[in-house]
């Protein structure tokens, strides 16, 4: 069984509502795995036409969609029990959607197979204590952040959010038809929203190839390109360091290399002029 069937079965929780865009609570998945992930397009399947046509790129844009998603919602969201319980149970780490030759995505796989194997029968008590530790250590606090996730903190001195950069990554959203919840104020450029971002063009690549317009899947694509290597690859990587770094379980580590090797996988060195 794929990772991708795997995510099918695993209950989509409130991924949709967690992220702070009113437009993607409009959306309806383009398969059951992308619902897990809260992120989707605005038509459901892909039509077996398409699939016959082009099941290569259909099968990548999906894969890529999915890691997208699923690491927008395990970095922006606080840990759910029962989210973390299903990822064991279903095993959804065995494999990677796409990437399995890249080195970091194979080095976090190994980190995450080894968490959820040491966590075969559920999390206990002190295990889900020790990832919401983690995650508020990492980035919530309170004290000093180990690996603020926000882009502005990593490109301003005094280490500040909602900074210049914040607000050219709420105008990409904007562009590409993401809207800020009125009542909302974390900031938008926090990777989890980014990669949600990632996933988010990916998906209208996706509809544009089902309704045939091609000019807008090079379009779609073109934008994540150069979201990737225009702002994502010039912080990330850093912030993935630090994650590493500090993080203190295997969940956190796993999803760092990940991460990186995200970006390896969607922006690969020499195809863009993003600074690594």
């Known amino acids: 069984m794929t990772l991708s069937s795997r995510l099918s079965q695993v209950a989509p929780s409130a991924a949709v509502k967690e992220l702070p865009y009113d437009a993607l609570a409009d959306f309806t998945p383009i398969t059951e795995c992308a619902r897990t992930c809260g992120l989707a397009t605005r038509d459901s399947d892909v039509s077996p036409a398409?699939?016959?046509?082009a099941p290569v790129q259909v099968e990548d844009l999906q894969g890529e969609m999915l890691l997208c998603g699923l690491l927008g919602k395990a970095l922006y969201?606080?840990?759910?029990?029962?989210?973390?319980?299903?990822?064991?149970?279903q095993d959804v780490f065995v494999q990677a959607p796409v990437g399995t030759a890249q080195p970091d995505i194979t080095a976090g796989l190994e980190l995450l197979q080894e968490w959820s194997a040491s966590n075969r029968g559920g999390l206990t008590d002190p295990d889900f204590e020790a990832i919401v530790s983690d995650h508020m250590q990492l980035f919530v606090g309170p004290g000093k952040l180990l690996a603020a996730p926000w882009?502005?903190?990593y490109a301003d001195r005094d280490r500040m959010v909602f900074q210049s950069v914040t607000n050219q990554v709420r105008d990409w959203y904007a562009r590409y038809g993401l809207a800020r919840a009125g009542n909302y104020r974390e900031p938008e450029d926090h990777v989890g929203m980014e990669f949600g971002f990632l996933a988010h063009l990916t998906g209208l690549a996706i509809e544009a190839l089902e309704s045939g317009e091609a000019r807008n899947i090079?379009?779609?694509?073109?934008?994540?390109?150069?979201?990737?290597?225009?702002?994502?690859?010039?912080?990330?990587?850093?912030w993935c360091r630090e994650m590493e770094s500090h993080a203190r379980?295997?969940?956190?580590?796993?999803?760092?290399?990940?991460?990186?090797g995200a970006l390896q996988v969607l922006d690969p060195p020499g195809q863009a002029a993003g600074s690594r």
């Not at 969201?77 to 149970?89: G, K, N, S, T, V």
């Open 50 to 53: 398409m699939a016959m046509n």
């Open 77 to 89: 969201a606080y840990p759910e029990r029962a989210w973390l319980d299903q990822l064991i149970e």
């Open 151 to 153: 882009a502005s903190v």
């Open 218 to 238: 090079g379009v779609f694509l073109a934008a994540r390109r150069e979201f990737l290597s225009e702002h994502m690859t010039r912080w990330v990587p850093r």
């Open 249 to 260: 379980t295997q969940y956190y580590r796993g999803l760092a290399r990940m991460s990186r």
